[in-house]
């Protein structure tokens, strides 16, 4: 957990202080930051994950939720994938009617934003499971704490929610979205639980983990003062973002 920290520390650290402006680097870096903190979806599993934990509740509600007959599973493993993916895909397609007056270039950032968010999200996973030793209820795993099927779904949802508020729709329609896309998320994280892969500490911290991410790199990245550099000349196209100072 202590290189976790010292990692994220690092990438605040160098975002903040790699411009001439340095100040307002940090302001914005900070602001993407707060807001991706303080929002329910980042503290609120912190805080629910944190006393299961403490209470030892953890153990109790896996058991419950874990069926020993995998008939009576709710959700099968294909669920899971298919309920993450169909969150990812709202996501895609909210993001491509947003409307952006047009501006084919704006489209193309906010689309690469979501990818950005959604990779760096795969790879917390594999961070936290690489340096984090967590044996999954099931016995199976031993890197159990970072899970795929709740970071990135609910880093979907999180964006999603991101492009709702910029749709021109009415109030229901965001509120249906958002709850779609949020049920699909916490049944692509329930299945995990249910089939011992991981415990339900480890969803609530990963849901946090994927809302976290997600939210910082559009806050930041989304930006005005933010450039989108597309190269299609060379044999390896690349899309790049970087900060404009």
Same mark, same amino acid.
């Given at each position: 957990?202590?290189?976790?920290?010292?990692?994220?520390?690092?990438?605040?650290?160098?975002?903040?202080? #790699?411009?001439?402006?340095? $100040?307002? !680097?940090?302001? =914005?870096?900070?602001?993407?930051?707060? /807001? @991706?903190?303080? %929002?329910?979806?980042?503290?609120?599993?912190?805080?629910?994950?944190?006393?299961?934990?403490?209470?030892?509740?953890?153990?109790?509600?896996?058991?419950?939720?874990?069926?020993?007959?995998?008939?009576?599973?709710?959700?099968?493993?294909?669920?899971?994938?298919?309920?993450?993916?169909?969150?990812?895909?709202?996501?895609?397609?909210?993001?491509?009617?947003?409307?952006?007056?047009?501006?084919?270039?704006?489209?193309?950032?906010?689309? #690469?934003?979501?990818?950005? $968010?959604? !990779?760096?999200? =795969?790879?917390?996973?594999?961070?936290? /499971? @690489?340096?984090? %030793?967590?044996?999954?209820?099931?016995?199976?795993?031993?890197?159990?704490?970072?899970?795929?099927?709740?970071?990135?779904?609910?880093?979907?949802?999180?964006?999603?929610?991101?492009?709702?508020?910029?749709?021109?729709?009415?109030?229901?329609?965001?509120?249906?979205?958002?709850?779609?896309?949020?049920?699909?998320?916490?049944?692509?994280?329930?299945?995990?639980?249910?089939?011992?892969?991981?415990?339900?500490?480890?969803?609530?911290? #990963?849901?946090?983990?994927?809302?976290?991410?997600?939210?910082?790199?559009?806050?930041?990245?989304?930006?005005?003062?933010? %450039?989108?550099?597309?190269?299609?000349?060379?044999?390896?196209?690349?899309?790049?973002?970087?900060?404009?100072?």
């Amino acid at each position: 957990m202590f290189k976790i920290i010292i990692y994220i520390s690092l990438v605040f650290i160098f975002t903040g202080c #790699s411009s001439k402006n340095m $100040a307002y !680097s940090w302001e =914005r870096t900070k602001g993407a930051a707060y /807001n @991706a903190v303080t %929002d329910p979806m980042t503290w609120a599993p912190v805080a629910t994950g944190l006393t299961a934990d403490a209470t030892g509740w953890d153990d109790d509600i896996t058991d419950e939720i874990m069926k020993e007959n995998k008939d009576d599973y709710i959700f099968s493993g294909d669920d899971a994938d298919k309920m993450r993916t169909f969150s990812t895909g709202i996501t895609y397609t909210t993001a491509v009617f947003v409307p952006d007056d047009g501006n084919i270039t704006m489209k193309v950032k906010r689309l #690469s934003v979501d990818i950005a $968010a959604l !990779s760096i999200g =795969r790879q917390y996973v594999n961070f936290t /499971n @690489a340096h984090i %030793d967590h044996e999954s209820p099931s016995k199976t795993n031993e890197d159990a704490f970072g899970s795929n099927h709740a970071v990135t779904p609910f880093a979907s949802a999180a964006l999603t929610r991101r492009h709702v508020e910029l749709m021109d729709i009415p109030k229901w329609s965001k509120y249906s979205i958002n709850t779609i896309s949020y049920l699909a998320a916490s049944g692509s994280a329930y299945q995990r639980i249910e089939s011992g892969l991981h415990s339900f500490s480890d969803q609530m911290y #990963s849901a946090a983990g994927g809302n976290f991410i997600a939210l910082f790199i559009h806050d930041a990245f989304m930006a005005e003062d933010t %450039d989108l550099g597309i190269d299609l000349s060379s044999q390896d196209p690349k899309i790049t973002l970087s900060f404009r100072f």
